[in-house]
């Protein structure tokens, strides 16, 4: 396994000067519906909105000045291009976002607004490589990957240090969204370092590559997820995949309908604005709540970018 | 003044316990919008979803067992009855709320879930304040007012003291919205002898009966609000007025678009889920920004109750 759990333990370090360090979100009412001690790491109130600030950071302030100063890339539809505008602007650095030309004009506008140039490109996965693969060349700026990179896996798991420390007494069980595998394979380090808890991952039903690889025990490099978790519809990395295998104790799947249900418990009971994509955990224990019974069980709330015009419940 | 700094002090080492210490947000996004700097008590992720937990559980946990036994009452369209409900729980005591009998259905079943009894009225105020007389009498129970109580004001002015101690360097202002005048008045009494900031209320240009009130000089025991701020409907209390006369520097008026849209852009920036009322102060910065440019400001976020089936942004 390449990143350790020191790795982690320094992106803190490095980290916690310039992100925010994120409560926990506790409802009675929910632990009583659920039958279980919720704990909720409210990543959706980070920077930018989501913990991808985390990774983010992580990277643009490990590299030396010279890359800096060339510029760093990226595609992304979503909360990662954000992230990357968001750390580079605290550092001077440019910034070029690779974004679909079908991207919301609010997902532009959040990284125009740290400062960052955006490439348009077509909605596809090749267009996307293509264009980060030709500014790399022709611009000399680093690529920092949403999720298979090493030190995006050691900045995403500084939120499972925090968490552990803010939850005063052991917890039975970590759970985390899997896209593309960031977050939950640095929560997988951290936590299998930290305490004896069980890490589950949580997938929607119609966006379970990792719960097939988990099962078949080889990475799917293709799928097409169809979930409303927007932030989950990414295959999990090649490293993260790895990692996972080592730290990952299950893969919990769950409906779209209880994504929803789960969405709208959230804002209701902890009062907090959450993605689709932050629901899925407690949409998982609402499809499977035999297991969960009377234990405490830590859920990363991963962010709160949505359209506020458009609700799922509404309409 | 009857409410003294010391009585919160101690109303903050009695309700601590069962309370939620909640957090202090802060967005540099919104810094940058408003030119100034902003600090927002969280108390929307208070017990019950409002500062409200505060007063009750300071009135109920301040009780003689032989009161307590006979039980609570007060009359609530909203927070507060759902506030003595839950800290009447807490203690075992009798709990009943008197509602008015168009009170939405979401309102009647937080206050039934915490275990108490609702009895339905006529929904005015004569026969709101009728039935509670009726069953003080009948039943021997004990009124919690709230607002225009004590044990209230000195109960919600411990959200101010946690503000101050969390926001580590001095602020140059600090504000609530006024309803009743339970939270504006407590916060003055603590802001003034742990600060030398200035305290300011914030209001609806439609339910600015305290700016009137302050303005003569002279309470305004009736007056008709019209505001989407279902939470400031209600008229400053006498004991509230008299506070806020000797601490509130200023009270400061909104519109009712502003409030929408401040609303709409703590959700956005915050991630936190607001009502109509929370809004207030930072609609009023946004109608008068001059004087709070370049200033330390701190808001406190009141509730976050809200029907997710209606925002007031969509259609």
New interface residues.
């Given amino acids: 396994m390449k990143v350790t759990f020191k790795d982690i333990q320094q992106a803190h370090q490095r980290i916690a000067p310039h992100i ?1 360090r994120t ?1 926990i ?2 409802s ?2 929910l632990n009583r519906m659920m039958d279980c001690e919720l704990f909720f790491k409210a990543e ?2 980070q ?1 930018i ?1 989501a913990f991808k600030a985390r990774g983010a950071c992580n990277a643009v302030f490990s590299m030396d000045k010279s890359s800096l100063q060339k510029g760093v890339v990226t595609h992304s539809s979503g909360n990662h291009g954000a992230a990357l505008a968001w750390a580079a602007s605290l550092r001077g650095a440019p910034c070029t976002v690779v974004m679909p030309n079908n991207a919301p004009q609010v997902k532009r506008d959040a990284v125009a ?1 740290y400062g960052a140039s955006i490439e348009l490109c077509e909605p596809n996965m090749p267009a996307r490589e293509e264009a980060v693969t030709r500014l790399i060349q022709q611009q000399g700026y680093s690529l920092v990957h949403p999720y298979d990179a090493d030190l995006i896996i050691a900045g995403q798991g500084t939120a499972a240090i925090e968490l552990l420390e803010q939850v005063e007494s052991e917890v039975d069980v970590v759970m985390a969204p899997v896209g593309g595998g960031g977050l939950i394979s640095g929560t997988g380090i951290a936590v299998k370092a930290m305490s004896k808890a069980l890490v589950f991952g949580a997938e929607p039903e119609q966006a379970k590559d990792a719960w097939l690889g988990m099962q078949r025990g080889e990475r799917l490099a293709e799928y097409s997820p169809n979930t409303i978790a927007d932030g989950l519809r990414a295959t999990v990395g090649a490293r993260n995949f790895a990692v996972m295998r080592e730290t990952v104790d299950d893969i919990l799947l769950c409906s779209e309908e209880r994504i929803v249900e789960a969405m ?1 418990l959230i ?2 009971r ?5 993605e689709p994509s932050c629901a899925v955990p407690l949409a998982a224990i609402m499809d499977q709540p035999e297991q969960f019974k009377g234990k405490r069980v830590a859920i990363i709330l991963t962010g ?1 970018n949505v359209d ?2 458009r ?1 799922p ?2 309409g």
Wanted: aromatic share 8%.
């Fill in positions: 925010h409560p979100l506790q009675q009412l959706n109130l920077k909105g607004g709208r804002w209701t902890l009062k907090v604005i959450v709160g506020l015009d609700l419940w509404i």
